[in-house]
């Protein structure tokens, strides 16, 4: 089977490889779809943190169940042939912090594709527990399930109500995944972003855009969302939230983070980091089927899996680049 590995920093190969046998709990499934995502950008940049080479990249997998293992449990709903989103967090379960429902936050915590291989390949062995089924949904659907994943726990954990205004700042991936559950909550979404691609596409949601605060009278929101992973944005969202509200940090920054306290005091913020999503699936999927979602306009771009080392490297100078999904057919 092929699998397409990332060597080093801007170098993919593509290599044949014996298909995987599947261990005690796994499964064997056909991997059909593969999103693109910005970790696979910086890793193939050379600029993603605590990463490793080679590796095979691919976190973002919409799959097909080939075989099932006959020694264990399987999840409700699957059998061979069910289309699934794979879950690509191995947590592991014996940590106070698993023990206490707080999966995503095991400090052993591993993501597949980054940490060890992941889905750019033609078949793939995983434990079974990390399969969520669809009867419905498509595996560009499938494969987009992860990446709203994020912004599905970044609201969960901002609470946000129908009677609040929520701001995003950056619309990326990431943001519009906050959007999209922001919006599904009955909350006034307003989103900040500088670039005017992006602007258009959130303003075509539905949702009110701007290039900088000034183009919203410098009105505060509630609820913050920064999804920038921008040092100088993350600093300026604390002036962004209203007296008593909540600012959510979603995008990650390298560094330390400084705000004025007398200012951040003064109106008893509450600041809120927020990663991953382990133990969200079933109902981001639920809300996909239901249409409450709807990640089809995110598609801009597809490659097929053989082409990955020709045409990947074009990808991050795409203006219009929302997703790219990589097909394996
Ligand atoms: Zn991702
Ligand atoms: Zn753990």
């Known amino acids: 089977m092929q699998q397409v590995i990332l060597e080093r920093p801007g170098k993919f190969r593509i290599q044949e490889k014996p298909e995987p046998a599947a261990g005690a709990g796994e499964a064997l499934v056909k991997i059909h779809r593969i999103g693109v995502c ?9 600029r993603q943190p605590f990463f490793d080479y080679p590796r095979v990249l691919g976190h973002e997998l919409g799959v097909e169940v080939l075989s099932l293992p006959t020694d264990g449990a399987v999840p409700e709903g699957i059998s061979v042939g069910s289309r699934c989103a794979i879950e690509p967090y191995l947590y592991c379960g014996e940590c106070p912090t698993c023990r206490a429902g707080r999966t995503n936050c095991c400090h052993r915590l591993r993501t597949l594709g980054v940490h060890t291989d992941g889905g750019m390949q033609a078949t793939f062995a995983i434990p079974v527990r990390l399969l969520h089924p669809s009867a419905s949904l498509s595996f560009d659907q499938l494969a987009l399930v992860e990446t709203l994943g994020i912004g599905a726990q970044a609201v969960r954990r901002s609470q946000l109500s ?20 922001a919006q599904a909550s009955g909350a006034r979404v307003r989103v900040l972003e500088p670039n005017p691609l992006r602007r258009d596409f959130v303003a075509r949601l539905g949702v009110e855009a701007a290039a900088d605060w000034s183009g919203f009278d410098r009105q505060p ?17 604390f002036d962004l939230v209203a007296p008593g509200g909540r600012l959510v940090f979603v995008g990650l920054v390298i560094g330390r983070v400084s705000f004025d306290d007398p200012s951040f005091h003064r109106r008893e913020l509450t600041i809120l980091a927020s990663r991953n999503s382990a133990g969200l699936f079933p109902w981001i999927i639920q809300r996909i089927e239901q249409g409450v979602i709807d990640t089809q306009p995110w598609i801009t771009h597809r490659l097929a899996l053989s082409s990955v080392p020709d045409r990947f490297p074009e990808l ?11 097909e394996v057919d």
């Open 38 to 46: 910005g970790t696979d950008l910086h890793a193939f940049a050379g």
């Open 162 to 181: 129908g009677a609040e205004s929520a701001l995003v700042v950056g619309a990326g991936p990431i943001g519009l995944a906050v959007i999209q559950f």
């Open 221 to 237: 929101a509630d609820i913050v969302f920064d999804a920038t992973g921008n040092l100088a944005s993350m600093e300026n969202s």
């Open 316 to 326: 991050p100078g795409q203006p219009q680049l929302v997703k790219a999904l990589i």
